[in-house]
């Protein structure tokens, strides 16, 4: 079935520091991507997607770049901020038939940013 | 998108007792699904919820332990029975309806159960 993993934590960084969270992947055909985020105390956000080869996923100053080629989504921001602080899980799909709507994360990657 | 809600958001509970987690919804959805997230790790998929059916468990997880209801198409519970210090987690419910696209789900706030 599908799977991805993900770069291992936890990642410390200085305010306006650039991030990068790598994330790979296998699956079959080319399904979509996700990155999802969780704040502290909180549930599970989507933070962006990508649903096709090539495509850029964005939000909040974060981008993922869909790369068949090296099976990999990963995850970057060219300035973060405290308030960034969070575990951020790559996601994938399952495989169709009986798997149908339900998703597969990374470990996770925790992330904290110091002022 | 939708509002989902998670009663309670969080738990203390004794050995051997159950907790019964609620999620709702305030839009109908096509599927619910629920996770648990151990201390420190990623989210496993426990079952899926159908409305008006048994929940289709995933392996290493049975009805027994996990029973779980879906009287409608915006409401669900999740029951943790004789609950012990390993049940400590994140329980969470997702959905997925005609707001969300490309397999991507909506998750609730989650209830953090602690079991002592």
């Known amino acids: 079935g599908n799977s991805v993993t993900q770069m291992e934590g936890p990642v410390t960084l200085s305010e306006e520091a650039f991030l990068t969270i790598n994330c790979t992947y296998t699956?079959?055909?080319?399904?979509?991507l996700f990155w999802y985020v969780q704040y502290p105390g909180e549930g599970l956000q989507l933070l962006l997607k990508a649903t096709k080869a090539d495509d850029k996923g964005s939000n909040k100053g974060f981008e993922a770049t869909y790369r068949k080629e090296t099976t990999s989504f990963h995850l970057e921001k060219g300035s973060v901020q405290v308030s960034d602080s969070a575990v951020y899980f790559c996601?994938?799909?399952?495989?169709?038939?009986?798997?149908?709507?339900?998703?597969?994360f990374g470990q996770g990657t925790i992330l904290t940013v110091h002022p | 998108s939708a509002v989902i809600s998670q009663k309670p958001s969080r738990d203390i509970c004794q050995r051997g007792t159950s907790l019964t987690i609620q999620c709702q919804v305030d839009?109908?959805?096509?599927?619910m699904f629920w996770y648990r997230q151990q201390p420190g790790q990623s989210l496993t998929l426990i079952a899926t919820a159908n409305q008006g059916s048994e929940a289709t468990y995933e392996s290493g997880f049975v009805i027994d332990k996990f029973p779980i209801s879906r009287p409608n198409l915006t409401f669900s519970t999740l029951t943790v029975s004789n609950m012990s210090p390993e049940d400590s987690s994140i329980y969470l419910c997702?959905?997925?309806?005609?707001?969300?696209?490309?397999?991507?789900?909506?998750f609730g706030p989650g209830t953090r159960l602690t079991v002592l």
């Open positions: 699956a079959t055909g080319y399904p979509s």
């Open positions: 996601a994938l799909p399952n495989a169709g038939g009986t798997s149908y709507g339900k998703l597969t």
């Open positions: 997702s959905v997925v309806g005609a707001f969300t696209a490309n397999n991507e789900q909506f």
């Open positions: 839009s109908q959805v096509t599927m």
